[in-house]
């Protein structure tokens, strides 16, 4: 079946404390992103990869790393998170292919720093 | 003043109307657009996408960029109650780039 997982799915954690967010997919996609979800601000990239060892910033990339070494996975480090990086965070991956008109999420993680 | 702006309703509709759902944009490298739904406490699902100017009808819903007003839509046509959800516009200088969305529009389609 075709996915994109993310561990873990809820986290709480407290200020300054190093975590770790996995995102695995498994259609060989080219391209990944991450993205954060607050009230009333809809949707803001994090980081995007367009392939191994390529990986450029979002929108709102402040506090946050990522790394690209193989192609299904892209996790987000928080190497010091704090509470305004609490937020619902998801991952996706896209085909590269223009003729795909698809992008798939993964289900989410939601992340309380306290 | 946002890269995206989009009103974020509530737009509340009765079934059968033909819903538009707009967003506005400053950013004339944008030429990839994006719109997601997404229904309460589920993750967003890409809906369609169109590149540079143009319509692209996928059933009930067409897509239409015009990019000398810096404008897109998003029409519902014949709309359902479970079209009922948020709709995010989303906009990129070309596929897998930098994406910016808008807030999202709350919609509601009442039986």
């Known amino acids: 079946e075709a996915q994109v997982t993310q561990n873990p799915r809820y986290l709480i954690t407290v200020t300054g404390k190093k975590l770790t967010v996995t995102c695995s997919q498994n259609?060989?996609?080219?391209?990944m992103s991450w993205y954060r979800q607050d009230p009333g601000l809809g949707l803001r990239q994090i980081y995007y990869?367009?392939?191994?060892?390529?990986?450029d910033k979002g929108d709102v990339p402040e506090g946050y790393k990522v790394s690209r070494k193989e192609k299904r996975n892209f996790p987000l480090i928080l190497e010091s998170p704090s509470p305004n990086q609490t937020s619902l965070y998801f991952c996706?991956?896209?085909?590269?292919?223009?003729?795909?008109?698809?992008?798939?999420f993964g289900p989410g993680t939601r992340l309380t720093v306290l | 003043q946002k890269e995206v702006e989009q009103d974020p309703g509530p737009l509340s509709v009765p079934e059968g109307a033909i819903v538009s759902l707009n967003c506005t944009y400053s950013?004339?490298?944008?030429?990839?657009f994006m719109w997601y739904r997404q229904y309460s406490r589920k993750g967003p699902e890409l809906l369609m996408y169109?590149?540079?100017?143009g319509n692209k009808e996928d059933g009930r819903f067409t897509a239409q960029v015009d990019k000398s007003s810096k404008y897109i839509s998003l029409f519902i046509r014949d709309s359902q109650p479970s079209d009922s959800a948020t709709y995010l516009c989303?906009?990129?200088?070309?596929?897998?780039?930098?994406?910016?969305f808008g807030a999202g529009t709350r919609l509601f389609v009442k039986a």
């Open positions: 989303a906009m990129s200088p070309g596929r897998g780039f930098k994406t910016i």
């Open positions: 169109t590149y540079s100017s």
């Open positions: 996706a991956s896209t085909p590269k292919d223009r003729g795909t008109d698809t992008q798939y």
């Open positions: 259609m060989n996609h080219e391209y």
């Open positions: 990869s367009m392939n191994v060892e390529v990986t």
């Open positions: 950013n004339s490298a944008f030429q990839y």
